[in-house]
């Protein structure tokens, strides 16, 4: 499997699990909405408004990560904003293994989690298409 | 490819981070560390209760000396208004 193909399979997958989680976090909201309703996220009201914005958010992140595995010389940008969003969204999660609270919640998981996207993020940099590979040669005179 | 070198030492840096960073002991900072400094300066058996003022759900406002003379369990619950 060359590399560009290898990039498109891993923006592709991304894009699926970002969807996915997307519209789970938006169904938790409609769901933690019913009388007497046990929440599937663990929060409250303000919790589950926020919870509704990010899977939204993550449905959009997928439309575009979709575009990126389709065409990923027309979506370079698309690719280095996931690979920076990857590496804040791991020292997000070093940063909550430092502090003493989110460890007394999750455990090891920070840890594992952050090691799991900067792992994702450095594949995703190396598979990325570079400047020059994204050039492609006009057929013809004038657009 | 000078980029993606740095991007790649920078990522490489945080991996090493990752596994070196310690965290911190339960109840050093934050939310526990409040509860253990409130747990240990709490009342013992048989103190008297410090003048306080509480608002039940229903906006009524109790202080100790409506409480004086009379058999009272408290109970707080965390709202759900956050």
């Known amino acids: 499997m060359n590399r560009l193909r290898l990039y498109r399979l891993v923006m592709g997958s991304l894009g699926v699990a970002f969807f996915l989680f997307g519209v789970a976090m938006v169904i938790a909201f409609f769901l933690y909405q019913r009388p007497n309703s046990t929440p599937l996220v663990p929060t409250g009201p303000v919790g589950h408004y926020f919870v509704a914005f990010t899977g939204c958010a993550l449905i959009a992140w997928a439309g575009?990560?979709?575009?990126?595995?389709?065409?990923?010389?027309?979506?370079?940008?698309?690719?280095?904003?996931?690979?920076?969003?990857?590496?804040?969204?791991?020292?997000?999660?070093?940063?909550?293994?430092?502090?003493?609270?989110?460890?007394?919640?999750?455990?090891?998981l920070p840890r594992t989690e952050a090691s799991g996207l900067l792992l994702l993020a450095l594949a995703l940099i190396w598979l990325k298409p570079t400047v020059s590979e994204s050039v492609v040669p006009r057929v013809g005179g004038k657009a | 490819m000078i980029l993606r070198g740095l991007a790649s030492l920078l990522v490489a840096g945080l991996l090493v981070l990752n596994f070196v960073l310690p965290s911190s002991p339960i109840g050093v900072?934050?939310?526990?560390?409040?509860?253990?400094?409130?747990?240990?300066s709490a009342l013992a058996v048989g103190e008297?209760?410090?003048?306080?003022?509480?608002?039940?759900?229903?906006?009524?406002?109790?202080?100790?000396?409506?409480?004086?003379?009379?058999r009272v369990l408290i109970t707080f619950e965390r709202s759900v208004d956050w």
């Not at chain 1, 010389?73 to 293994?97: D, K, Q, Y």
């Not at chain 2, 008297?48 to 009379?70: N, V």
């Open chain 2, 48 to 70: 008297p209760l410090p003048p306080l003022e509480l608002f039940d759900l229903d906006g009524r406002r109790h202080t100790r000396e409506d409480l004086l003379g009379h």
């Open chain 1, 64 to 108: 575009g990560l979709a575009g990126a595995a389709r065409d990923p010389r027309a979506s370079r940008s698309i690719g280095t904003m996931t690979i920076v969003v990857l590496i804040l969204m791991a020292f997000i999660r070093m940063v909550a293994w430092v502090v003493g609270d989110y460890h007394a919640w999750l455990g090891e």
């Open chain 2, 29 to 40: 900072r934050g939310r526990d560390a409040q509860v253990r400094a409130d747990i240990a």
